[in-house]
């Protein structure tokens, strides 16, 4: 019999005391239950991802400060974690990305990350060298394949390494799979996930740990999850989502027999090999709203953004967050959720009407406050904006009002945020959703300032949706908020629909777009009306400047602006 703890922690990349002490903290405990080895996340030990960090010789020797220290802990249990390797070779890399097995204060074996995915916010070839020797490790009469997280996606008919290591690991025979991994969150991940780990015991008929990251780091989130599953694929154990998790399982003769107790998202039965992904995967134009707002992924999506919002502050040092609130659905739905991040004592809400604000979006705006409990201010921008038109009269002269007036107010109130931002200490939080920041409807340094963007990867009808998720206990975000006509007001009796198609229609042809990677041919082929995408396909591709100055965004779609997406500014294709 072993029993093997799964720690699924938290960390602070470059904080190596925080996360040291996490770690051994986690090792006592697990000494406590007599557990025989003790599995942590990938790169625990620096943080993930820690970049260009991992280029600084200071960095990596802090990396095995922290390993020397972790391993004086490591003597009558066996302790897995993750944390660069210096690369003894002088060919290639300097690095390898590397799992470490200590016990009896050694290292009794390491494995190297072969399969290092260079997609999407991954650049790992940018830092490692791909291992290129596959050993089993023994540990207790165990034969141990140890792997790194992507090492075990390479499975399916156009795999995208040329290497899976547990085709070579498998030749030792070994009794056990063990994954460490910092598999980020999207709402169409973790089913993927789930399957593919399925997938890898199955085709080598080993139980498996797989330990996952939890925590967000800057745009990324990492929503945990971890698994243990038999030898027949069935989930013995599956972690926490979005929280720190810490769990015992038993195995025995390389077969996991049980866990100290019983799961509540225990299956009992393995999913078919060929079993067909989400509708993500799917090529059915119909579903694509039903779909990004099923109730299951909006959950999700508001615990990714809470947790977002947490740690960024967290792990920043910053405690206070204010924003703008109009009366509008975005902004009600950012205050909502940063005031059960930071707690309702934390966050300020600036209501800042113009000659073009209607009562009841102030009404509305007030309403909300007092649901939540938090602090607000009315700073009218009548005479600021009076003033502004006044000195640039001799400038503008009889010209017809347009977009420059409208963005004045929105740069007004940019400038007002900031300004209190500064003066108390506050973070900016934005409340640009993914459609406008999409198509560019939005105005720079003003409502596009900020220092994160809560909804920039949430499209309008996601907002809709976690907005009715908010209110399902009671009614959060007042009714009148949900059901009137999306508006900047910036001009008299101005609606979004005047500059952009309704929202369904928008939303699915972007996530075909942006998430899908579907050209106009393939979109207008889906029954789309070609003038009509090809419009919104150059709104997209025009305002990639808008977006390269943008804050960084919370990560919970499989594609998202920023490090994610990256496309040229002054290409001209579909532009």
Known sequence: MMKIVLAQQNYHIGNFEKNRSKIIDAIGQAKKQKADLIVFSELCICGYPPRDFVEFEDFIAECYGSLDSIKEHADTIGVIVGSPMRNPEPEGKDLFNAAWLLYEKEVKGVAHKTCLP??????????????????????????????????????????????????????????????????????????????????????????????????????????????????????????????????????????????????????????????????????????????????????????????????????????????????????????????????????RAVLMPSRFSTPHSVGDAEQLSKNLGNAYDIIPINDIYAAFLGTLHPVFKDQPFGIAEENIQSRTRGNLLMAIANKFGYILLNTSNKSELATGYGTLYGDMAGGLSVLGDVYKMQVYALAKYINHDREIIPGNILTKEPSAELRPDQKDSDSLPPYGTLDKILYQYIEKRQGPREIIAMGNEEKLVKRILKLVNTNEYKRNQFCPIIRVSCKAFGVGRRVPIVGKYLS
């Open 118 to 347: 260079t997609y999407d916010v991954f650049d790992e070839y940018r830092y490692f060298e791909p291992g290129y020797h596959w050993n089993t490790i023994d540990f207790k009469g165990k034969k141990i394949a140890l792997t790194i997280c992507e090492d075990i996606w390479n499975l399916g008919d156009n795999p995208l390494y040329r290497i899976c290591p547990m085709d070579e690991l498998i030749k030792e025979n070994p009794d056990l799979m063990i994954n460490i991994s910092a598999s980020p969150f999207d709402y169409d991940h973790d089913e993927d996930r789930e399957e593919i780990i399925r997938r890898n015991v199955l085709k080598y008929k080993l139980p498996i740990i797989y330990c996952n990251a939890v925590g967000s780091q800057t745009e990324i989130v990492f929503d945990g999850g971890s698994l243990v599953l038999d030898v027949q694929g069935n989930i013995i154990k599956n972690l926490k989502y979005f929280e720190e998790d810490f769990v015992v399982v038993d195995i025995d003769g390389g077969k996991l027999l049980k866990a100290d107790s019983p799961s509540p998202h225990a299956e009992h039965s393995a999913v078919s090999f060929d079993k067909e992904m989400r509708v993500a995967k799917m090529h059915d134009p119909e579903k694509i709203i039903e779909y990004l707002t099923d109730a299951h992924n909006i959950s999700q999506i508001h615990d990714a953004l809470i947790l977002g919002i947490r740690d960024y502050f967290s792990k920043m040092g910053f405690t206070k967050a204010i924003l703008g609130s109009s009366g509008g659905i975005d902004s009600a739905v950012v205050l909502s959720l940063s005031c059960e991040a930071l707690g309702k004592e934390n966050v």
